[in-house]
């Protein structure tokens, strides 16, 4: 029986589970910025996987303002998916201008 090396999946850097309130700001919209509410559940050094209510178009730039600290920094969506069984979307982004303190949390040494 010939056995399979078991690939390890390559990250640029590690990921940190996290419950953190957002609002969302995407883009305007007949002249009207439209704004959810979302939550970042996973982030790194990089971006966050948010789930929201809305759907996003991967390219396009949002704004998200910090729950906690109502900090603001601008994103890109990178990919986005419907989680039907759970009501709402999964969204990857990253950031436009790289801020490792924008979660408030220290990230593990590279």
């Not at 010939?2 to 007949?30: D, F, N, W, Y």
């Not at 303002?65 to 986005?80: A, D, K, N, P």
């Amino acid at each position: 029986m010939a056995t399979q090396p078991i690939a390890k999946e390559r990250r640029r850097c590690e990921r940190v589970l996290i419950r953190v309130p957002l609002l969302l700001q995407s883009a305007v919209q007949g002249g009207v910025p439209q704004e959810h509410e979302a939550e970042a559940v996973v982030v790194s050094r990089f971006g966050a996987l948010l789930r929201a209510k809305a759907a996003l178009a991967p390219g396009s730039i949002v704004q998200l303002t910090h729950g906690f600290t109502h900090e603001v920094e601008q994103f890109r969506v990178i990919w986005s998916g419907a989680n039907k069984a759970q009501g709402h979307h999964d969204i990857g982004v990253e950031q436009v201008v790289r801020r490792e303190d924008f979660w408030g949390i220290r990230f593990p040494p590279r």
